[in-house]
């Protein structure tokens, strides 16, 4: 398969994923922020591994992918009608903490106390 092709896939995987997150009942997905960090599609689409976080951390994506794993066969099912894909690839979901870590690095910038440059003049150049 091309790359521009599984790259446009992947893509449509990661968009719909994200929508059909949001429909879900279960407590464990529900009770937090939980975002599609990162998809991955096998070249003949037989495996879909998700990478999924949440600003409360690690252990509560954990907790988060336990409830994804319990509801894999609805969620395939889903993204096979919406995709229209012959074969929905099997999900994987995987845990990781990107967010959490994006927000301590943001916010220790923000701590950093680093004085504004002063704008530079621009000379006038004879020719």
């Known amino acids: 398969m091309s790359g521009h092709k599984l790259g446009r896939i992947t893509e449509d995987v990661r968009r719909e ?24 599609v096998t070249n003949d689409l037989s495996y ?4 999924v976080s949440t600003v409360e951390g690690l252990d509560r994506s954990k907790e988060a992918v336990k409830g994804l794993k319990s509801a894999a ?8 009608h919406r995709l229209k894909l012959r074969h929905a690839p099997e999900l994987i979901f995987k845990a990781t903490d990107s967010i959490e870590y994006g927000a301590n690095i943001s916010k220790k910038l923000a701590e950093l106390d680093i004085p504004e440059a002063p ?3 621009e000379e006038e150049v004879d020719i």
Not at 48 to 51: K, L, P
Not at 73 to 80: A, F, N, Q
Request: glycine share 8%.
């Open 119 to 121: 704008p530079e003049e």
């Open 73 to 80: 066969g609805y969620i395939r099912r889903e993204l096979g």
């Open 17 to 40: 994923l994200t929508a059909i997150l949001r429909e879900l009942k279960d407590p464990r997905v529900t009770g937090c922020l939980l975002s599609v960090v990162r998809v991955e």
């Open 48 to 51: 879909c591994t998700a990478y």
